[in-house]
């Protein structure tokens, strides 16, 4: 079992940026896949960034370049640092671990644990 909890959403101005944490605990992150998905309402949840376990890294067309995901080890933690953050951006952040195959991290049925969402308001 894995628990996973966000922290770091809130409400920025356009252009701003934000570093969301997912901190792990039960097990050691680094032995899954970590994901960022996001959801609006009335909207399905959809992919925003995930860290394979061989460190390979994939983001979602719509925050290449802005956003990075990264993992502390030592704090079995998992990062999304969200930079230039757009209207757009506005979402519940969930984090995710998965211990599937790198081809399925796109896909939010993969995962096996969840955190509880962080709200990213970004206003314009």
């Known amino acids: 079992q894995v628990q996973l909890v966000e922290s770091g959403g809130g409400l920025v101005q356009a252009g701003g940026s934000l570093r969301l944490s997912c901190a792990a605990s039960?097990?050691?992150?680094?032995?899954?896949?970590a994901g960022w998905f996001r959801q609006v309402p009335g909207k399905e949840r959809e992919f925003v960034a995930a860290?394979?376990?061989?460190?390979?890294?994939y983001y979602d067309d719509s925050v290449k370049g802005r956003f990075t995901i990264s993992r502390d080890n030592a704090q079995n933690t998992v990062y999304l640092q969200m930079n230039n953050l757009k209207a757009e951006d506005t979402a519940v952040y969930y984090c995710?671990?998965?211990?599937?195959?790198?081809?399925?991290?796109?896909?939010?049925?993969?995962?096996?644990?969840w955190g509880q969402g962080t709200q990213v308001t970004v206003s314009s």
């Open positions: 995710a671990a998965s211990s599937n195959a790198d081809y399925v991290v796109r896909l939010s049925r993969r995962y096996d644990y």
């Open positions: 039960g097990r050691t992150f680094s032995t899954y896949t």
């Open positions: 860290l394979a376990r061989s460190s390979r890294t």
